[in-house]
Structures are given as structure tokens and as C-alpha cells.
């Protein structure tokens, strides 16, 4: 048997990434954590997670970044909100995950054709293109980029769901595109500008 | 008084028995909504996690809209209700996102003023109409039927606007006034694993099964739920989760049980017929329970 040394030094620390996650929305508090673990404990999820969430907490307001954008705890929070109601600290835990989601995706930390940021992805691009979601459109587009044999496997239930009325083929959408446009637009200017 | 009813994407697919009920409810109950103007998607979970400065002025298209009409929000989808409240904390607690949210609202002739409240359709019945009104209008108690009420995550957190958020009751309360029997139900709160299904299935399989378990322990004969996603999830995978069991028990009887919205009990027990709340959308058919409790159905 080999040990594996997990020892992490001073060096491998990015204080941008520190100094990022502590001024970004929602992590005002993060350095009041006291490292109590009941985000931990009530975290439904936290069983399937390689880092924990209170681990998740310390390691990103002390700057190891490789650990905790590639890590799949980020990408398993639901936002159920369950950490956050009980920290306290009242960190904004659940939002970080957001932030954190927001951040690996930008940097590209994740596998290929992993389904959720290719969902993130077509999501956004409906919202644009017709300012409301369908569902089943949604469901088939991601499925097709990320895994086409799982769609097979959803076929019985997809048909099920179809004679029940619940899956249409028609695309809902909004009168006034025009408005989501100008909107989403104006934002990405502000954001420019404001360099937010 | 009148409020704006916004539905949002899901009870026009997936969920469509919700809005139907909901619909049929509003209509027992006289309460006056009329659907928000034009109203767009909250961008729900999903944005907030690739762009979150956008999704605030997409929820803030659809506060402004209700706001210049001068009516509340009623917001059934849990998402949605979330997403709302969220955006008018957030836009009051930092002046960057106001900003952003402002310019691009005036970019389509629109202004947000926070004038404007969102509502979820369990608080105005108890607390606008309130559960002796309701009893009142009860022409078919659902008698006899063991319920489990499933809150799911984001009615009652992070914000508690109207109710306990580890121990809610509203729901309890709502349909004891309609005659059923509210069984405990301790996972009433725990997650349902959202997406989590679609993306990564055997996490999303074990949350499932968790619910459903512990709601059969219970001998819950229907669990209600407030949100289109928790439905979608409890009762599209039953099969798939008893195959997940090891125990040879679940693999002879497997897991199923009714998921129905609570506003289809509602509206039973409020009279309506039963073509108008959606019951046929079941995956999962209600009929057999209802005809064994003896409770008329259309």
C-alpha cells in the first residue's frame, strides 16, 4: 500500500480566489465561519459529496481553487436551502454554491458533455429565444447533447406523460420578445460598464 | 381584492393539473385572479447558476409588470415563489444589483418600486381567507383520507414568510379543513432532489425513495405537494426506485402510492368536478383510493 500525501501548502494557496469568494454576493460572512458542520449535517446530499460543505467553506475562503472547482460537491447541491437556514453564522451557503456553479462554468472545470451546464446552457438560450421554458423541448435538447442513449430509457415515461397532456410539442412564448432581449442586453452592458 | 396570478412555465406543461386545480379552487373560494400580463420565466434554479445578476432582472420584469398593475403576486410553483422573494430581498440589499435591475428595467419602460408582494397560494387560503371559511364551503369532506404533506425546500426556506420552516403546518391545516386526515410526516421539509434526477439519477433515485418509504411507513394513502417538481419527481420514478431495493420485499410490491397537488384535494372536497382539477394527469390513478374511502368523485 502506498500513503497518499494530502498535505497542501502556503504555495498552492490563490488569494484572488480567497479574496474573490469573500466579496462576491453572498460571502460576506464566510470568514465568521466557525467551522461547525451543521451545513454538513443537514445537507441532504452531503453523502455523495468527495468535499463536505463545511470542508467546501474553508477551503475555498482559504484560496484552493483546483480543489473546489473541480470538485462534484458543487455540482450535487440542490439549493434546498437546508445549510443556510440552519447556520449560525447565517452564511449564505447556498448562494456560494450558485456563485462557486457560476464560477467553474466560466472556467470551464468540468467533464465533457457533463448534463448540467450543458442544461444551464440551453436554459438560457430559451429564456432569449421565446422568454418562457417547454419543457419537454428542454429536456430533449439537453439530453441530446449530453446523453441521447438515456433518452431511450425515458421514452415509456415520456410517452406516458405525452397522452396524460402533460408534454406538448407546441412552444410556449411570450408577446413581447422584444423586451427579454433589450433586457438581457441592458445587463450585460450595466455589467461592462459597472465591471461587476 | 384582486391579485396577479403568475403561473410560470412548469404548470403549463408538467404541472398542468396544478393550474387547473388551482384555477377551480380560486373559483370555490371567490377569489378574484387575473393571469399577469405577458409575464416571462424567473429563470428558476437554473439561471441563478450561470448568471445570477441576469436572472434578477428577468424575476424583476414580472415584479414590475404586478406592480404596475397594483396587485399582489400569487406564485404557486415553488421555484418561482422563491425566485421572486429572492430578487426583492437581493435588489434591496445590494445597490449594485438595484442598479442593474433598474437601467434594464427602464431599457423596456418598466419601474420596480417594491411595492409589490409575493404570495403563495397556501398562505392566501389560510391566512387571507382563513380555514373556517374554507370548512364552511366543504360539500364532499375527504373523510377517511390519510394525507402526507410534502412542503418540499423552497416555499418555507431560507425565508420563513408565513410558516415554520422546520415544522410548516399550513398545508395540515388546509386540508384537516377539508375533512382528511394529516398523517406525521417527519421528511415534510427534505429535499426532493430538484433536477437532480435528469442529471445525476442515482443520487436524484435514493432522495426519492427516501419520501415515498417513509410516507407508505406512515400508511399514507396520497401525498400532497406544493410544487411541480416535487410532484414530478415523487411520482414519475416510483417504479425505478423500488427496482433500486434491495430487499426483494419492494422488488414483489413495489413502491406506489398517489402524488397528487394539494389544490386537487381542495377542489374535491370544494365540489368541483372532477374533469376540471387535472385528477386524469395522474400517472399514478387516485380512483381506487378515493372508491375504497368511498369519497364521490365526479
Known sequence: MELKWTIKFEADRDREFARWISHTVGGERIRHCLQCGLCSASCPLSLYMDYTPRRLMHLSREGFKEEVLSSASIWLCTACYACMVECPKKINITHLMYALKERAILEGFYPKRFPIPVMARQFCRMVRSSGRITESWLILQVFLRSAIWRLLGMSNLGWRLFRAGRMTMKREKIQRQHEIVTLLDSVAETRKELAL | ?298
Open chain 2, 1 to 298: 381584492m384582486k391579485y396577479a396570478y403568475y403561473p410560470g412555465c412548469s404548470l403549463r406543461g408538467t404541472g398542468r393539473a396544478y393550474e387547473e386545480s388551482l384555477l377551480a379552487v380560486f373559483r370555490s373560494l371567490e377569489i378574484e385572479a387575473q393571469e399577469l400580463d405577458d409575464w416571462n420565466c424567473c429563470g428558476a434554479t437554473t439561471y441563478l447558476s450561470v448568471d445570477e445578476l441576469t436572472s434578477y432582472a428577468l424575476a424583476a420584469r414580472n415584479l414590475a409588470l404586478a406592480e404596475r398593475e397594483r396587485m399582489d403576486i400569487i406564485a404557486p410553483c415553488a421555484a418561482c415563489y422563491l425566485v421572486l422573494n429572492k430578487t426583492q430581498r437581493y435588489i434591496r440589499d445590494y445597490p449594485d444589483i438595484k442598479t442593474v435591475v433598474s437601467r434594464a428595467l427602464t431599457a423596456i419602460g418598466l419601474e420596480y418600486r417594491d411595492r409589490v408582494r409575493v404570495r403563495h397560494p397556501l398562505d392566501v387560503f389560510l391566512n387571507d381567507i382563513g380555514v373556517k371559511a374554507i370548512a364552511a364551503k366543504v360539500v364532499k369532506p375527504l373523510k377517511g383520507l390519510k394525507v402526507a404533506p410534502y412542503y418540499g425546500c423552497q416555499i418555507v426556506r431560507p425565508y420563513a414568510t408565513f410558516d415554520d420552516q422546520r415544522n410548516p403546518t399550513t398545508m395540515d391545516r388546509l386540508l384537516e379543513a377539508c375533512g382528511a386526515t394529516v398523517i406525521p410526516y417527519t421528511l415534510k421539509t427534505r429535499c426532493c432532489g430538484g433536477s437532480q434526477k435528469g442529471t445525476l439519477p442515482e443520487v436524484g433515485l435514493d432522495l426519492i425513495r427516501y419520501l415515498i418509504t417513509e410516507a407508505q411507513k406512515n400508511g399514507a394513502d396520497v401525498i400532497a405537494t406544493v410544487c411541480p417538481l416535487c410532484q414530478f419527481n415523487l411520482e414519475c420514478f416510483q417504479k425505478e426506485a423500488s427496482g433500486q431495493l434491495r430487499d426483494a420485499q419492494f422488488r414483489r410490491d413495489p413502491l406506489s402510492i398517489p402524488v397528487l397537488y394539494f389544490t386537487q384535494l381542495m377542489a374535491l372536497a370544494l365540489g368541483a368536478p372532477g374533469v376540471t382539477i387535472g385528477m386524469e394527469r395522474s400517472l399514478v390513478p387516485i380512483e381506487p383510493v378515493l372508491a375504497a374511502k368511498e369519497i364521490a368523485y365526479a
